[in-house]
């Protein structure tokens, strides 16, 4: 075996890592601090060569794969022990077409990447909240942000996709070449190949206002209330997700620190001069604190960054909702006012307007009609807490998982076993099976949220 790798390790462009080397330790973390597992090796691919040359090695030696794009997978599903993990992370490039308003982004990038050179042209793509999560991991599951409603999930604006299969070939996946591939990787995660190469639509977005307005814990019930109709009714222009969560400290006033809030946070792209007008409704509810201006869209992308660096403890638990009814409201007030440490927080993500206007069976994405994408995560930066923010996590999904819509959000989960997959793709999962035992008949691809083939 070890001539093998040293061959693998001879060929490879980028850098094959192995335990003894020095800058191991290093590039085995993932985001969660909680995840710690120690891959055989680690090959830091540089161009589609080396994927394909690293698929191949994986597969005819019978090698756990784990496929890594930005690392941010709340599961760590971007890593694995003993196998060999394909790291993207050297697969970066940001072109941007001004004339179509499309963008090619490599397998290997994150979001912020992504802002940085696509907002001097007025263009954005949609995607989530925190600049340092990974292209590859969130466009394949689906992708929420600041942007839903308005544009659709990531995968809305998904044209089209080059991938390296389990059998190590080369191919272009979108609506005109292997369709069927193109319809499984939008929302099916990494199951099907491993992305090399991503085309999205872009957006005419440069400004925006936004920011967050924040209530005393104890207005929860009637917030969410409001907020539950005010978002529904709002144009597509508002976004606008609502939180249960706690002012850790600056650029905060310090009234507020270390006190529990219900909080949402607002993203407008519309017309400045009707701001105003939309936001007058959100003014007249008295928010304890507001902060809402103008800034560029790549400011709305990184607002939350500093408070969430890698490295933390990190659990998380989801849920799809249609509502926000009285038992729901009354169980955000109850763990609401309980958030065990100062960066834990649940958000409610709305998924109405763009979203909701692509059919259930378009893409692999299920829950075409849920009005939420909620999430219940627990932070903290000590190891000695992760009890702690793991069992409110778990009490708060408990409370809320009766009267959600049943499945959840697949990038927003912890490892939940095979039935909660299947419950996440509800009526779309028996052709995701198909295609997968078409793409990757021997599960070759499985560190992911798995789909089993049939075989
Ligand atoms: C702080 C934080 C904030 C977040 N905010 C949002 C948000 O606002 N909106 C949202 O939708 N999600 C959000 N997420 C969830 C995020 O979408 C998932 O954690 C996602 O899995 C991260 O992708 P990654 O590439 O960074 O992860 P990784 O851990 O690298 O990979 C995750 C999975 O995707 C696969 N994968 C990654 N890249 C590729 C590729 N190029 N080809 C094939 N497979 C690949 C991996 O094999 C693995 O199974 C957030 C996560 C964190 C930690």
């Known amino acids: 075996?070890?001539?093998?790798?040293?061959?693998?390790?001879?060929?490879?462009?980028?850098?094959?890592?192995?335990?003894?080397?020095?800058?191991?330790?290093?590039?085995?973390?993932?985001?969660?601090?909680?995840?710690?597992?120690?891959?055989?090796?680690?090959?830091?691919?540089?161009?589609?060569?080396?994927?394909?040359?690293?698929?191949?090695?994986?597969?005819?030696?019978?090698?756990?794969?784990?496929?890594?794009?930005?690392?941010?997978?709340?599961?760590?599903?971007?890593?694995?022990?003993?196998?060999?993990?394909?790291?993207?992370?050297?697969?970066?490039?940001?072109?941007?077409?001004?004339?179509?308003?499309?963008?090619?982004?490599?397998?290997?990038?994150?979001?912020?990447?992504?802002?940085?050179?696509?907002?001097?042209?007025?263009?954005?793509?949609?995607?989530?909240?925190?600049?340092?999560?990974?292209?590859?991991?969130?466009?394949?599951?689906?992708?929420?942000?600041?942007?839903?409603?308005?544009?659709?999930?990531?995968?809305?604006?998904?044209?089209?996709?080059?991938?390296?299969?389990?059998?190590?070939?080369?191919?272009?996946?979108?609506?005109?070449?292997?369709?069927?591939?193109?319809?499984?990787?939008?929302?099916?995660?990494?199951?099907?190949?491993?992305?090399?190469?991503?085309?999205?639509?872009?957006?005419?977005?440069?400004?925006?206002?936004?920011?967050?307005?924040?209530?005393?814990?104890?207005?929860?019930?009637?917030?969410?209330?409001?907020?539950?109709?005010?978002?529904?009714?709002?144009?597509?222009?508002?976004?606008?997700?609502?939180?249960?969560?706690?002012?850790?400290?600056?650029?905060?006033?310090?009234?507020?620190?270390?006190?529990?809030?219900?909080?949402?946070?607002?993203?407008?792209?519309g017309d400045p001069d009707k701001a105003d007008e939309i936001f007058k409704p959100v003014r007249d509810m008295n928010p304890i604190f507001e902060h809402i201006g103008e800034m560029p869209y790549p400011s709305v992308q990184t607002l939350f960054d500093a408070m969430m660096p890698p490295g933390m403890q990190w659990y998380w638990r989801a849920d799809f909702f249609n509502d926000i009814r009285p038992e729901l409201r009354a169980q955000h007030l109850k763990f609401g006012s309980k958030i065990p440490t100062p960066l834990s927080q649940m958000h409610m993500y709305p998924l109405t307007g763009a979203a909701c206007r692509v059919g259930k069976e378009e893409t692999a994405w299920a829950y075409r009609d849920a009005k939420y994408a909620g999430v219940i995560v627990g932070v903290d930066p000590d190891p000695a807490n992760a009890d702690k923010i793991t069992q409110w996590c778990k009490d708060y999904w408990e409370a809320l998982h009766p009267y959600s819509a049943g499945g959840a959000y697949l990038n927003f989960i912890m490892d939940e076993g095979q039935e909660r997959v299947k419950a996440c793709y509800k009526h779309n999962y028996d052709r995701l099976v198909k295609i997968k035992s078409k793409y990757d008949p021997n599960n070759f691809f499985r560190v992911n949220q798995n789909i089993k083939p049939n075989v």
């Open 1 to 269: 075996m070890e001539t093998k790798i040293e061959d693998f390790k001879s060929q490879l462009r980028g850098e094959l890592i192995l335990p003894k080397d020095s800058n191991y330790d290093e590039s085995r973390k993932v985001y969660n601090g909680m995840i710690s597992k120690y891959p055989a090796m680690i090959a830091k691919c540089v161009d589609v060569a080396d994927v394909m040359l690293a698929v191949n090695f994986g597969r005819e030696n019978n090698i756990l794969v784990a496929v890594r794009g930005g690392g941010h997978n709340g599961g760590g599903l971007g890593i694995c022990d003993n196998g060999l993990v394909i790291d993207l992370s050297g697969i970066k490039f940001v072109h941007v077409d001004t004339k179509k308003k499309t963008v090619r982004v490599g397998g290997g990038n994150v979001w912020g990447e992504v802002d940085h050179a696509t907002h001097p042209f007025g263009l954005a793509v949609p995607a989530g909240i925190i600049s340092t999560t990974g292209v590859g991991g969130l466009t394949l599951g689906g992708g929420v942000g600041h942007l839903t409603r308005k544009y659709g999930l990531t995968i809305d604006n998904l044209l089209e996709a080059d991938m390296v299969l389990a059998d190590g070939t080369f191919v272009k996946a979108s609506a005109d070449e292997n369709s069927d591939l193109f319809w499984a990787i939008r929302g099916g995660g990494g199951n099907f190949g491993i992305v090399t190469s991503f085309l999205f639509q872009a957006h005419n977005v440069k400004m925006v206002i936004g920011g967050p307005s924040l209530w005393p814990v104890e207005q929860t019930e009637e917030i969410m209330e409001w907020y539950h109709q005010f978002i529904h009714d709002a144009p597509e222009d508002l976004n606008g997700f609502v939180a249960t969560m706690i002012i850790p400290g600056p650029p905060f006033p310090e009234f507020l620190h270390n006190k529990q809030f219900c909080g949402i946070v607002w993203c407008y792209v």
